[in-house]
């Protein structure tokens, strides 16, 4: 059994870390799956073997889901950061940076799509090196 999730003394950490820490190791695990069923669909041209494969992906969506949402669920600030960022049309990297800074000052309205004045915060990120 491996321990490699852990980078400091497990016996250090709380129950709730090493918790939390396995299901990041988890949702990676999912990712690489998610991944790897990509790369076999991409080259399987057997459609029966697809089929089967295409449905084990989607068991890994699933999985990938579930786990990011558990750790969602204990991490406000990461939960906030999400909330700016997926499920929108328009610039990622843009959504990332002004949920990022909205989570930095503290925003508590769970949508990090505008900034704690209630703009969207672009301006005060004109200029900024990160
Ligand atoms: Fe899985």
Redesign the pocket.
Known sequence: MGFDQYHEPPEELSAETRTFARMCA?LT??AE?IGWYEQRLAIEPDAEARAIMSDAQG??F???AMDLEFLLRRTPRWRQICAGVLFKDGDIVEHGEVAEAASEDGGSDGDSTGAADGSLGIGSLKGEER
């Open positions: 988890s695990e999912e799956a068991e890994e699933k999985h990938f």
